[in-house]
């Protein structure tokens, strides 16, 4: 079975750009987690989507947003990137509501 | 403060050494208590996984949890240089996706 998938794995950006990051499920899991990873503030909440809907968001800026497709596939967007932002971003899917989460590989985005 | 202190460390044991880390919360509506390892440029890997209070055992691997203390363990016997890496504890309440992590502790298993 074919774990939690990111894409892609490295991103360079430049400030006030905006990025679109992607993440596929484990198959089979309708829940996915969005978190931001940095040195300072560990592994953050950003927010959770479960069949297309939002249920859960963390103390981030407007800035930060997302999505679920019918397929369980997860994006999250990042505008106008400030260097605040750069970090690894994680995604973590599961199966159910009350069973474990596995995590993806994450995205490294370095903002320039 | 936060939610889910855990000591940094970073700790350093010769191999066969039996770890031990640990995490406090001040949080009691966390039902259910993780511990994830983490490799350098890798995602985080689940170890263990438990509800509520208890011991739970995977081969070399012990996780307990004293709800009344607001305490979460993880014990590694034998300890191997493959075990060096960053263990993170998280926690969640009910049926949330949301984890709260704790800050990780930096092993390293000297051989």
């Known amino acids: 079975k074919a774990g939690v998938t990111q894409t892609p794995r490295y991103l360079i950006k430049t400030r006030g750009q905006q990025v679109t990051l992607s993440c596929s499920p484990i198959s089979g899991h309708r829940s996915v987690s969005w978190y931001q990873q940095t040195p300072g503030q560990g592994l953050q909440f950003l927010f959770e989507y479960f069949s297309e809907t939002q249920r859960n968001k963390g103390n981030f800026p407007g800035r930060f947003s997302g999505r679920q497709f019918s397929n369980s596939r997860s994006e999250m967007n990042v505008s106008t990137l400030e260097l605040g932002d750069s970090a690894l971003y994680l995604c973590?899917?599961?199966?159910?509501?009350?069973?474990?989460?596995?995590f993806g590989q994450g995205t490294r985005l370095t903002v320039v | 403060q936060k939610e889910v202190e855990q000591d940094p460390g970073p700790l350093s044991v010769p191999e066969g050494a039996i770890v031990s880390l640990n995490c406090t919360y001040s949080n009691s509506a966390f039902q259910y208590f993780m511990w994830y390892r983490q490799y350098s440029r890798k995602g985080p890997e689940l170890l263990m996984y438990?509800?509520?209070?208890g011991n739970k055992e995977d081969g070399r691997f012990t996780a307990q949890v004293d709800k009344s203390s607001k305490y979460i363990s993880l014990f590694i016997r034998d300890s191997q240089p493959s075990d060096s890496a960053t263990y993170l504890c998280a926690m969640r309440a009910g049926n949330t996706g949301k984890l709260i992590f704790g800050q990780g502790t930096t092993l390293q298993v000297k051989p």
């Open positions: 973590a899917s599961r199966q159910g509501a009350e069973t474990e989460a596995f």
């Open positions: 438990t509800y509520s209070s």
